[in-house]
Every structure is written in structure tokens, then in C-alpha cells.
């Protein structure tokens, strides 16, 4: 069993997940059970300032969007910050702490966009002996509107400012939360960076509907008829989150800022990729809030297994390796070629990559009388889709030719340098090759 | 070469080919396509009623995830910290009676999730890239003794070897294994898949099987417990129920267990020789096992003498379908009244039978059935009950398998409490090794 132990800003936790700050971290009732469960450590259900909490919807705070057999893949929410008062909260996570020392517990935090709010807060959260503080700005509804949460975090000045007060009133780690809400991730990671943050988390959830009652005209979650956009969130945010988490760490800006995971991690896999990605740790909710905090015993025995058959002996060894492999389209290699090719012993003949294909594509598969799906490699331009749409994994694989082979769709001899866009000859900008 | 029609008892009614076909697995094991298609199903429901229904309580949806998410090595291991015969009863397990009876899906559509398949794609895929998973805890120097190499003797044994201990077990037959080598009916356990298990099994080090010693003959109560300081007895059922009836001493007239027993230790199916009209007497699983086997070996016609009702059969609805699939006839109300023949075999004269609430009698109608061979499939009985106190016809067993003296416990299907089957008694070993494990070490 490989060594899941992370050391994440110089908070130690027994295994890299850490349930995200929502529901399941909203009390001490929760975050004992999760602990008990086996989780590494918890960010606390984000916190207002002293004062009468907000207020939830008392009708239905969630949608979903389902794949076969009601698979859960994306779910939406209207929630608020924690609707239970500071003093409550902040007493749980002292006794919760105190009585799991190893576990990582990290404080969700948004209060308004004023230094005194911040000078506040700080001291009372540093008291619960919490290992550091998340800022929230991430949040796409509700709060923003009252110029918190997304608000803040689409103005990256604001980000800074607010970073560089948390640094200055609290000395343990800051991490922030960034809403995945704006055009490009980079800029809000750069301020928390010369904010001085520890390390941003992302992403919190998307600004979504996830349908629209037919009937009532209204978009679901509707309450009494009307609908809200909501946080969406789940499996289906993960390519968002994973692309977003990647431009950070690969930004020379950034690079190497600790990033904490967040979107969609329901399994090892999705959580090795993140790290992968450069994250040094992973945040998880809709998976928990959809299958139960049991749910970490098979992060845990993936990622081990994993780690044991790749011969790493540390999560700290996997964060970032596949940083380097993410880069622009424009120095993809134009000289490598791949064809499809169908396993005719895995093939079901359901005639899905034929639709796909010669519908859509390249016409680059042929269907015989008696159901017999080829690929004709001097039309096909490796797409993929063929892959992507077929019911049956690994019966269709790409299969990369050889230097010296002649490609049959275009006639020329597959090369064996790279060579890309760069320095391609249709490229009015080419610059020539050295 | 004969054929089904052959009268009387004969060797190769079917072609070899035939018969290789006929024995192979009732349930092939999962391509991956299938396995990740059947994982998909599962809903990991909280507190799942398929683990409660398991008796060695396998956590069932995380080993489902773990194949789902391509570690079928981590399902294995969640298998096996709770059943290390979980190959075996991924093969043997009635899980239309058990897990997948409880599944949700069986009630949201009738079509559980294949669990017992699942398990054997994950467990085949460990024992087939793995030697042995575990590693035994640093040696107490206690020594136990285990009597009976079937499922509890075997789960009792690793257990203590895994935290420590040393393990004698002592085994009447030349072979370990019990009813997994010499019960199972053989297309549930081919490859010699129980001979590999239990190979596989003493992976663990810190276990000797000394075979050929009967506890009663060889081996004596009072000096195995002079010996070691905690005895297991995992010595199941070994004896045969009379048949009660006149002429039982005829030839073609033998226990049915005798007969798989032949069957599964035949290197070679064609030697083996059945009868062309064969009648089971029984009930249960051994019944419908020598019955389906018979057919398979090319036996003309097969009957399953029952005398009691269609419901009253232990043999689950699934069992008594696929005998019926296989072309066995099952007949019920029918008692055995004689064996006609003349020193073999020729005919069964059976009563009908009817109960109207106060037990079952004969109507004194009978009809004859042809029949060159009989199998007595009626129950097995202890063969010894090492002097301990008995509840019923078994040893009486309270708690974790203590039995009525000291220092002895007992498990599987010798001991009170509890279905007959392999799962059951590996639950049962499983749990007496933790209660001796704890008595040895002081903490109980
Ligand atoms: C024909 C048949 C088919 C079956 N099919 C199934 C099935 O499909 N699924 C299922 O779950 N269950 C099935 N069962 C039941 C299952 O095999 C038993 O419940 C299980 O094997 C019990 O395990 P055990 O360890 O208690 O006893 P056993 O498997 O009977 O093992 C007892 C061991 O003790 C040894 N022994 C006996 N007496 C002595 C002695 N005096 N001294 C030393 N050693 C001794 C024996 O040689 C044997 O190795 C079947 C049973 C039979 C008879
Ligand atoms: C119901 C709900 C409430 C949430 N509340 C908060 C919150 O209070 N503070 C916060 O930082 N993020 C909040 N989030 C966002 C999550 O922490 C997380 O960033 C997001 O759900 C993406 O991760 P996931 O795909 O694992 O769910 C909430 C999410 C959900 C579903
Ligand atoms: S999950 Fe619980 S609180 Fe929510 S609607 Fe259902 S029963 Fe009510
Ligand atoms: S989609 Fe896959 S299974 Fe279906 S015909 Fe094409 S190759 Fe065969
Ligand atoms: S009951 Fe069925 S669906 Fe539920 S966890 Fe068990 S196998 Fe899966």
C-alpha cells in the first residue's frame, strides 16, 4: 500500500481528500462522520461574519442532469453561505479539531469586501486552532449579489487586496477559492498570488440551469415557479476544472503555486489526474453528497494501488508530472499520424462509428452487407470520434504509423521529426525551421 | 464406446468432447466488457441489504466500484479481508437465495446485479496476477490445532496464521479442501480450482496440513486439547442418512456424495460410468447436484424422487430450473417404499405421499420406476462428535463457535447454527479464529 500521507502548505493529512467546503462539512455532526469514514481533512462550510446568517430557500436547492440508468453527472445548486450562526460554527470546529489533530481542517471564510470585516473574523478563527482559511470567491449566487463570492472573485484586484488582509491579520495558510466564472483563470490566480495566498483552490461551481419545467415554464430548481441560475458541479465540471487547474500551473506567473483540486472528483482516477495536473491535493463534494462519505474507501485504494503498480511511493512524487504535457495547439506534432482501427472480436455491430462517421466526419468507414465495420485508412484523418462513440471500450483503437510508412490519405511518407504549426508552410506567420 | 441408451451401468455414454462441454463452467467468467457493464449497475446503496445478506458480510458496492474503476486487485482484497474462500463462493455461493435476492435491482427489475459473477471476475484477476495478498503478523509462537480442511477449517486456519499463530490441520481425506475438492458439483469448481485455492490459500505461511488423520481414530480429543491450547473442529457432515427402505443394500444403490465424490476426483470423465435410468432421492442441493451431473454424463433418463412438496424443497427455485434445463424430471409427493432387482437394481417402488397438517403419510398408491441406479441424496450426519455436547444433531456451538468444553471451538456445517454451505462456514471459521485469536492473546 503506497503512502497516501500529503503535506499540503505544511498541513498534514492522512490521504490527499479533502471534502470541499458545502453541505458535508456544514457541522461537526457531518465532519465527525466524515472523519470516521476516512477522509484526510475537511474546508468548512463557508462562513459568514458575526450577525444574523443568510437565509436558504425553503423549496427544492437542487437540479440535476442524469446519463443512462440516472447516473448522476452534473448537479446544480441555489445555497447560500452557512445559514447557522458564526459562534455555533466556530465552537464545532474547535471541539472537531481538538478531537481529530491529524486530520486537516481548513475554514471557509466570506465576509464583505472591507479590511474591518477581515480584522474581525480572523482572530476568532485562528482561536479554533484550524490549520488555515479558505476564501470564498467562488460563490455564483446569492452572495454575489450582496458583493461577496464571485463578485470578488471576477475582479482580481479585489482578490489581491483581500488576499494581502487575510496574510496580514492570520498567520496560518491562505488558501483562495476561485470561481471558475470569468473568461481567463490565470488573471485571479496571479492576484491571489501577489496577494501573497499559500495556494488557490479551484474551481467552485459554474453559473447554470439545469432545466426548464415545460409545464411551469420556470427553470429547475424552481421554487413556487421561478427559477435562479444555480452552481453546477459534479462529473460533468471536471474537463472545466482540470483545464483551468492546468493554465495555472503551466502560467510562468504561477507556476508552482499549490493548487488544491476541486470539480467533479468522484473516483482515484479523476483525483490522480488533478495531481497529475499539478494539484497537490483534491476537494470533493458532489461525489460525497451523492453516494456517501464511504466513498473515499475507493479513492483511497485506487490511488494506492495505482501509486504501487507505477512504483510511486508519494503523492508528492505524482503532483505535476503531466504539467509539462500540457501546452498550445500550435506546437502539437503535425507529423505524427494515427489511424482508427476496429477489433472486429470486441465489435458488437451497432453501426455507431459508421453514423458518426459518415454522417459527420470523414467517411472514413465502410459497412459490409453482413454488418462488418472497417475503417478505411485513406480516408480517415484520426479523429477520434469513432473512439468516443463506440458502446464497447478499446474496440476501436488508435493506432499511431510509423516513420517511413506511407500515410494512404494523403500519399506522403510519415516523418520521423517532429514538426508543427510553427513552422508549417500553409502557416502564413511560419517562421522557418532552425 | 456406449451411449445413453446403454442399459445398466456404463462408462462413455457421451463423446469426451461432449462431456469437456457438459463440465465446464455453468457460469462463464465476465469478459471485461461485461464486467464493467454489470459494475455500471450497481446504485453503492447505504447500509446495503446485499452485504447484510451476505454471511461473511463482503462489502459488496465498494468492491463493485473498485472493479468499475479498473482496480478489480482492490475489489479482491475488499473481498477477501472478509471471505478468503471468496473465489470459491463466487462459484458456489446460491446468491439467488443470498446477495442478489437482496439486491435493489432484483426488486426494481428483477434483474439483480450479477454480484457472484463480479466477485469472481475480481478475485480470479488477483489470484491469477498475485501469489498471496496478505502478510502474517510476526509469529506469537501459539499453537492451534484445526480439524477438518473444508471452508471453516480453512478460513479458522489463515486467520490465525495471518496474526500470527501456528496452524496444524489435521484432515481425515489424502486431499485438503473438504466439499470444495470432493462435494461441489464440478462445473462450478473447474480448472481444479479447489486444489488452487487451497494452494493459494496456505500462500500465507504459518499453516501444515497433516492429511489421513481422523479425529476419533489417529487424532483423540483429549490429546489434540493436551497439545494446544485451542482445537477447531470444521469436520462437516461426513455421514450418510439410511434410506430405510427394502432392498437399499442392492447394487447400483449408493450415497449420492460417494458418487461426486468419484466424479470430481476422476482424471477422466469417460471412465466414469453412470447409470441409464438413474432416480436421486432427495431434496437438497446434492440431489439436484447428482442429478444434473448424472445427466451430463449421458445418463438417458433422470429422476428426482422428492416426498414432499415442490415448496417444501431446500433446493432453490434457480436449482430446481436449471435440473429441469438439463433434462432432469423432478417428481414430488414420492417416498421410497422398496429396490427392487435381482442383486442389482432394476426397479424403485415409490409411494405417494400427501399431508394434510399433520404429517406426512403415504397414500399406499405406488408406481415403479425403472432404474439401474439409485442416489441417496436424503442428509448427512456428523461422523464424530469429538465427546462435546450436541444441540440437534450437531455440536453445540454459543457465540463465536465456543463449544461445550474449553479450549474447543467448532464452525461450518459440524457445528450448530447456520445454513449448510460454503459461505456460511467460512463466516464461521472465520469468526472462531478472531474469538481464539482474542483468548490467546489474553484480551478475553
Ligand atoms: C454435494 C454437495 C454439493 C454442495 N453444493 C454447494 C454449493 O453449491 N454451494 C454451497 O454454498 N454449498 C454447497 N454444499 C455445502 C457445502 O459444501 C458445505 O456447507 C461446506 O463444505 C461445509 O464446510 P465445512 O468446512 O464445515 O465442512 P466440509 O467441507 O465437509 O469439510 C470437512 C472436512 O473435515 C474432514 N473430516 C471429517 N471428519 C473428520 C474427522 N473425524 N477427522 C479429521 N477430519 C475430518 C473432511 O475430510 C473434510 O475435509 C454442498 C454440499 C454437498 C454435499
Ligand atoms: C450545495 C452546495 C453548496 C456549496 N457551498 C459552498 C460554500 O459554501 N462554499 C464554497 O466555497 N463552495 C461551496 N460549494 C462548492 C463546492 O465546494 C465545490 O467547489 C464544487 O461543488 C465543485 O466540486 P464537486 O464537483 O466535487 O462538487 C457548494 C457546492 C454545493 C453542491
Ligand atoms: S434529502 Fe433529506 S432533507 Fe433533503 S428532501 Fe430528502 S429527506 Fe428532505
Ligand atoms: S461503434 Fe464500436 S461496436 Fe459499434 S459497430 Fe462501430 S466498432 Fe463496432
Ligand atoms: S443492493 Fe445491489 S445495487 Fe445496491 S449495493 Fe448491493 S449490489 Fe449494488
Not at chain 1, 504539467?323 to 451497432?350: E, F, G, R
Request: hydrophobic content about 40%; overall charge negative; some cysteine.
Amino acid at each position: 500500500m503506497a503512502d497516501l500521507t500529503t503535506d499540503f502548505l505544511g498541513i498534514k493529512s492522512p490521504n490527499p481528500f479533502w471534502l470541499a467546503s458545502a453541505p458535508p462539512t456544514d457541522k461537526e455532526y457531518n465532519v465527525r462522520r466524515a472523519f470516521e469514514a476516512g477522509w484526510g481533512g475537511v474546508v468548512w462550510k463557508t462562513l459568514g461574519s458575526e450577525g444574523p446568517p443568510v437565509v436558504n430557500v425553503n423549496g427544492p436547492r437542487y437540479g440535476a442532469i442524469y446519463g443512462a440508468d440516472r447516473r448522476l453527472l452534473g448537479l446544480n445548486n441555489i445555497e447560500l453561505i452557512t445559514d447557522r450562526p458564526l459562534e455555533v460554527n466556530l465552537e464545532e470546529i474547535t471541539r472537531v479539531k481538538a478531537d481529530y489533530p491529524d486530520r486537516a481542517m481548513i475554514v471557509s471564510l466570506m465576509v464583505p469586501c472591507e479590511e474591518q470585516a477581515w480584522k474581525d473574523i480572523l482572530p476568532r478563527v485562528a482561536a479554533t486552532g484550524a490549520d488555515g482559511i479558505e476564501l470564498n470567491f467562488g460563490c455564483p449566487h446569492g452572495m454575489s449579489e450582496r458583493g461577496m463570492g464571485a463578485a470578488v472573485g471576477q475582479v482580481p484586484e479585489y482578490i489581491e487586496m483581500v488576499t494581502r488582509w487575510c496574510k496580514q491579520y492570520y498567520d496560518k495558510p491562505v488558501i483562495v477559492k476561485l470561481t471558475p466564472n470569468i473568461t481567463d483563470v490565470r488573471k485571479p490566480a496571479a492576484a491571489a498570488m501577489r496577494g501573497g495566498a499559500d495556494a488557490v483552490s479551484l474551481i467552485n461551481t459554474i453559473n447554470s440551469i439545469t432545466s426548464v419545467n415545460l409545464d411551469t415554464m420556470s427553470p429547475e430548481p424552481s421554487i413556487d415557479g421561478k427559477g435562479s441560475h444555480g452552481g453546477y458541479c459534479g462529473p460533468a465540471v471536471k474537463p472545466i476544472a482540470m483545464s483551468m487547474v492546468s493554465e495555472i500551473a503551466r502560467n510562468p506567473e504561477t507556476h508552482g503555486l499549490p493548487i488544491s483540486g476541486i470539480g467533479g472528483v468522484t473516483t482515484w482516477r479523476d483525483a490522480a489526474e488533478f495531481i497529475s495536473l499539478g494539484c497537490g491535493n483534491v476537494q470533493v463534494c458532489t461525489a460525497a453528497m451523492t453516494y456517501g462519505f464511504k466513498i473515499v474507501d475507493e479513492m483511497k485504494s485506487g490511488l494506492s494501488q495505482w501509486m504501487d503498480e507505477k512504483g510511486y511511493t508519494s503523492v508528492e512524487e505524482v503532483v505535476g508530472r503531466a504539467v509539462p504535457n500540457v501546452t498550445d495547439w500550435q506546437y502539437l506534432n503535425l507529423n505524427y499520424v494515427a489511424k482508427a482501427k476496429i477489433n472486429q472480436d470486441d465489435c458488437i455491430k451497432c453501426g455507431r462509428c459508421y453514423a458518426a462517421c459518415e454522417d459527420t466526419s470523414h467517411q472514413a468507414i465502410a459497412m459490409s452487407q453482413d454488418r462488418t465495420f472497417t475503417v478505411i485508412d485513406e480516408e480517415c484523418v484520426a479523429c477520434n470520434l469513432c473512439v468516443d462513440v463506440c458502446p464497447v471500450e478499446n474496440c476501436i483503437t488508435m493506432e499511431a504509423m510509423q516513420p517511413g510508412e506511407v500515410d494512404p490519405r494523403t500519399g506522403k511518407v510519415v516523418e520521423k521529426e517532429y514538426a508543427n504549426w510553427t513552422t508549417h508552410p500553409n502557416n502564413p506567420g511560419a517562421v522557418a525551421a532552425e | 464406446m456406449s451411449s445413453p441408451m446403454t442399459p445398466g451401468i456404463a462408462a462413455a455414454r457421451l463423446p469426451e468432447d461432449t462431456l469437456a462441454k457438459n463440465f465446464t463452467d455453468l457460469h462463464a467468467p465476465l469478459a471485461p466488457h461485461e464486467a464493467a457493464v454489470a459494475a455500471d449497475r450497481c446504485y453503492f446503496c447505504h447500509d446495503a441489504p446485499c452485504v447484510t445478506a451476505c454471511p461473511t458480510d463482503i462489502d459488496i458496492p465498494l468492491f463493485i466500484r473498485q472493479i468499475s474503476t479498473g482496480t478489480p486487485e482492490a475489489a479482491a482484497k475488499t473481498i477477501f479481508d472478509q471471505n478468503i474462500l471468496g473465489g470459491m463462493c463466487a462459484r458456489v455461493c446460491p446468491t439467488e437465495d443470498l446477495c442478489e435476492q437482496a439486491c435493489v435491482r432484483e426488486l426494481a427489475e428483477g434483474k439483480p446485479v450479477e454480484i457472484g459473477r463480479l466477485q469472481r471476475h475480481a478475485t480470479d484477476t488477483l489470484m491469477a496476477k498475485q501469489r498471496h495478498p496478505y502478510d502474517r503478523a510476526p509469529e506469537t509462537g501459539k499453537k492451534v490445532a484445526v480439524v477438518g480442511a473444508g471452508p471453516a477449517g480453512l478460513a479458522c486456519a489463515h486467520r490465525l496464521a495471518m496474526h500470527g499463530h501456528d496452524v496444524t490441520i489435521y484432515d481425515a481425506e489424502a486431499k485438503a479442501g473438504g466439499l470444495n475438492e470432493f462435494g461441489i458439483a464440478a462445473y462450478k469448481s473447474t480448472d481444479d480450482f479447489a486444489a488452487r485455492e487451497v494452494d493459494w490459500l496456505l500462500g500465507i505461511g504459518g499453516i501444515t496440513i497433516k492429511t489421513g488423520m481422523r479425529l476419533g481414530a489417529e487424532l483423540k480429543m483429549d490429546d489434540l486439547v493436551g497439545c494446544f491450547p485451542a482445537v477447531f473442529l470444521g469436520v462437516g457432515l461426513g455421514g450418510v442418512n439410511a434410506l430405510r427402505s427394502a432392498g437399499e443394500d442392492k447394487d447400483g444403490v449408493r450415497d449420492a456424495v460417494g458418487f461426486i465424490k468419484d466424479l470430481r476426483q476422476a482424471s477422466d470423465l469417460t471412465a466414469l460410468p453412470v447409470g441409464r435410468d438413474v432416480v436421486v432421492i432427495g431434496g437438497g442441493m446434492t440431489a439436484i447436484d447428482a442429478a444434473v451431473q448424472s445427466k451430463l454424463l449421458g445418463a438417458q433418463n433422470v429422476t428426482i424422487a422428492y416426498r414432499r412438496g415442490r415448496n417444501a424443497m431446500s433446493a432453490s427455485t434457480y436449482e430446481q430450473d436449471l435440473a429441469a434445463s438439463k433434462g432432469v424430471r423432478l417428481m414430488f409427493n414420492a417416498q421410497p417404499v422398496a429396490i427392487h432387482g435381482n442383486g442389482a437394481v432394476r426397479e424403485i417402488e415409490l409411494e405417494h405421499t400427501s399431508d394434510d397438517g399433520t404429517g406426512l403419510k403415504g397414500t399406499g398408491e405406488t408406481i415403479r420406476l425403472a432404474a439401474d441406479q439409485v442416489f441417496k441424496a436424503i442428509g448427512q450426519t456428523l461422523t464424530t462428535d469429538g465427546g462435546l455436547e450436541l444441540e440437534g444433531r450437531k455440536i453445540a456451538v454459543t457465540g463465536a463457535g465456543r463449544t461445550s468444553r474449553a479450549g474447543v471451538w467448532a464452525g461450518g456445517d459440524c457445528a450448530s447454527g447456520g445454513d449448510d454451505l460454503t459461505v456460511t462456514a467460512v463466516a464461521e471459521g472465520r469468526d472462531a479464529a478472531m474469538d481464539i485469536h482474542a483468548t490467546l492473546m489474553g484480551s478475553k
